[in-house]
């Protein structure tokens, strides 16, 4: 699944008339360098999610035919924060773990490495998440997760297992993460729910593994950042 349906506030006035996961850089939307990504990797069947202007994001896309994939549309009146957007495209994504990462950043991440993790956690039933956690970028310098033995956790020393060892340094997520649908069993359709809670409970419990990724990542989250992205691909193109 593609998450997509954001506003995009912070990248106005670029965003009053595009959806930020179809801003350009390098020659291409932001969205289309994670189907690309997903497709080399063997992610064929994709679930966009969509709110503001999603109408554009369909006709942009359509069935995804083009790029080479098939996509299903998760369609939502407004934006759902992350689990609700999850817990609404149930129906669409299937009983199987599934990959969820957004469509409004830049990595260079090989989400191939990603399917021993989801053939693991399709045959148990306690492993509800695993997290891609990156260095953290200048303008969140703090972090979200700690890494231990292979687990996350929050940073907080109340934290179930206290941070010993590479989990002394916190990491930001990514974004990108593989999780069963029983984690958004709670989460009714189309409402408002955010994923933070969701993992830090699961986390409490053992049930949500993690790995650092050093390659480069982009939280392309302002106007001149993905102004600087886009100089950056297309010096890299010539």
Known sequence: MILAAGLGERMRPLTDHTPKPLLQAGGKPLIQWQIERLRQAGFASLVINHAHLGAKLEDALGDGAALGVNIAWSREPEPLESAGGIATAL????????????????ADFDYARLLPVLQEMAGNPDHLAHLVLVNNPPHHPEGDFVLREGHAFPPSPAASFPPAGEGSKAF??????????ELFAG???????KLAPLLRAAMSRGQVSGEHFSGRWEDVGTPARLANLDAELVALAR
């Open 187 to 193: 989460i009714a359709p189309m409402t408002k729910a």
């Open 172 to 181: 930001t997520f990514s974004g990108i993460g593989c999780y069963r649908p």
């Open 91 to 106: 129906p669409l994504l299937g009983g199987a773990p599934f990959l969820v990462t957004n469509g409004d950043v830049y």
